[in-house]
């Protein structure tokens, strides 16, 4: 399999620790795996990520796949002349979950030049399908 990462030197170490102040952060995202062509990462399903009804909230499904997503697309370009900026996000909602480790992967399905697209699938404990989610990210040239 090909490695689709430019910043190959990369660590799950090293994402985690600038993570530190943003809405990852916040949500206690972390990221457990990187693999030769996907990103993997968790969030608790706690109070904090619960809607009204006790379920994961929509919302924060959304922030760990775009959070997924688009740290794989900025691990696939040169950082040093391009940044990486979500476009569009699109979340089908499977199944609820009250508790537990929501699992966010990302595989590409398109790595272009000016834009990459994201599968990004969360799974609960027992890897049953909670979110599927799509993920449009641009490539732009840093000014």
Not at 30 to 41: C, N, Q, S
Not at 44 to 52: F, N, R
Request: aromatic share 4%; glycine share 8%; proline share 3%.
């Amino acid at each position: 399999m090909n490695v689709i990462w430019k910043a190959s030197e990369m660590t799950v170490e090293t994402i985690n620790n600038i993570s530190v102040n943003t809405m990852g952060e916040f949500l206690d995202i972390k990221f457990t795996e990187i693999g030769p062509d996907f990103l993997r990462a968790t969030m608790p399903v706690t109070p904090k990520t619960h809607q009204p009804q006790g379920l994961l909230h929509g919302g924060a499904s959304a922030v760990l796949a775009e959070t997924v997503g688009s740290v794989a697309s900025w691990l696939s370009i040169d950082a040093g002349k391009y940044m990486c900026v979500g476009i569009e996000i699109n979340c089908n909602h499977i199944r609820g979950i009250k508790s537990g480790l929501v699992t966010a992967t990302a595989r590409p399905l398109h790595v272009g030049a000016t834009t990459h697209v994201w599968d990004i699938k969360l799974t609960d404990e027992h890897e049953r399908l909670i979110c599927a989610s799509r993920l449009t990210v641009a490539v732009l040239k840093k000014k």
